[in-house]
Structures are given as structure tokens and as C-alpha cells.
């Protein structure tokens, strides 16, 4: 009888094992994912980013996605879950996704490319456009262009700015040292921390109004 019981327990603890393995398997995204569960997290994405993911101007801006490099934004979606970038809402939003999940709807936000969200002041383009093209030396502030491109699309890790929202831009900027890189582990976002920190609120206006305008 005991050998039975001892048999029964090794048969549940291995079955209790194998299940374990499952979820996690999933948890990793190694289990298909359905063209209709992406579109559904889209269409929940949709919610705050706008229709086609071009960005929401409200009490809180939501950013543009449309036409994101799909690098940058997997990159991002598991900088909330690790808490490399801190937003609450971000955080609770990411938890539940798959690594299928994350790359699919990379893909499908870069697939977008609606016309940029207008009403950034105009006023200091030009400076935006001096500082994007050559920097500023004296403040050690690097040519934009160096890493996001003429057209300001971005590559690979580094992100599009082109079309983003004039007021996320301002806010991302402002803010870059309190949201990003919050925890000692390698982050691209780092190479940014000097940059963000060595431009004023006014020239931070300008290059977003800049890339705002952007296609």
C-alpha cells in the first residue's frame, strides 16, 4: 500500500512539474498566438494610443506608436515589466503579454503610418531643426541625426520621432532620468540621460516641435 501511495505521489509531483513547465512555456511566448488575440490587444491598445496609433492629446498625452522601429517597442514593453521604466499604468498593462504577443504587436504598430498629430507651436522649428541636424557643441548635446536619422525614423533599437507628439516629446525629455533606466542593468536609454540633461525646457520645445511635424 505504501509503495502505491509513494507511486502516486512521484505521478502527481511529475504531472504538477510538467503543468508548471506549460505555464511558463507560455509566460515565455512559445505557445502560438492567434491573429485574433493580437488584434484584440490592439484594439485595447487603441483605447489610449488612437485609432491608428498615432497618439492622444488629453489630460495625460499618450505617445504616437504608428510606425515605431518594432525593436524599440519590445524593448520598451519589457522595460515596464522589469520596471527599467517606471508607469504604473504601463506596468499593469505589460504584465499579461507574452513574448508572442510583444513581437506581433510590434509589428503591427509598425505597420501604421496615419499623418502626424497636429497643433505644436511652430515658432521655434528652426531651432529644432539647427539642433537636430548639428547639435549643440558647447552644451554637449549630439546631432539628433546621429542616431535617429535624417528622417528621424529611427533604426533597430533607436527610436522614430518622426510625427510624435509634441507634448510627449517635451514630457519624455523632461522627465528622462525619473522614468528610465531605473535599475543597474544595461540599457540603451542610458545614452540619453547626458543629452535630456544638457538641453534647456527651451530648446526641448523646439526640437519637438521639430520631429512633430515630421512624416
Not at 484594439?43 to 489610449?48: F, H, K, P, R, S
Request: aromatic content about 8%.
Amino acid at each position: 500500500m505504501r509503495v502505491v501511495v509513494l507511486k502516486l505521489s512521484l505521478q502527481s509531483a511529475i504531472l504538477a512539474l510538467a503543468l508548471s513547465g506549460i505555464g511558463h512555456a507560455e509566460e515565455r511566448g512559445n505557445g502560438p498566438v492567434s491573429k485574433q488575440v493580437i488584434e484584440d490587444k490592439f484594439a485595447y491598445c487603441q483605447t489610449c494610443h488612437g485609432l491608428s496609433a498615432q497618439g492622444f492629446r488629453g489630460y495625460f498625452t499618450m505617445p504616437r506608436l504608428a510606425g515605431q522601429q518594432p525593436q524599440y517597442i519590445e524593448n520598451q514593453l519589457h522595460a515596464f515589466i522589469q520596471h527599467r521604466r517606471l508607469n504604473p499604468v504601463m506596468y499593469n498593462v505589460t504584465r499579461g503579454l507574452t513574448l508572442g504577443m510583444i513581437g506581433s504587436l510590434a509589428q503591427r504598430f509598425a505597420s501604421l503610418n496615419p499623418p502626424p498629430f497636429a497643433g505644436a507651436p511652430n515658432e521655434s522649428v528652426s531651432l529644432g531643426k539647427s539642433i537636430f541636424e548639428g547639435g549643440l557643441p558647447e552644451s554637449n548635446v549630439p546631432a539628433c541625426v546621429v542616431c535617429h536619422g535624417q528622417d528621424a525614423k529611427g533604426k533597430g533599437e533607436i527610436p522614430r520621432l518622426a510625427g510624435q507628439l509634441y507634448w510627449y516629446t517635451t514630457k519624455a525629455l523632461a522627465n528622462w532620468d525619473k522614468e528610465r533606466g531605473q535599475v543597474p542593468v544595461q540599457d540603451i536609454s542610458a545614452i540619453m540621460k547626458p543629452t535630456a540633461h544638457n538641453l534647456t525646457p527651451a530648446q526641448v520645445s523646439a526640437i519637438a516641435a521639430y520631429v512633430s511635424n515630421l512624416k
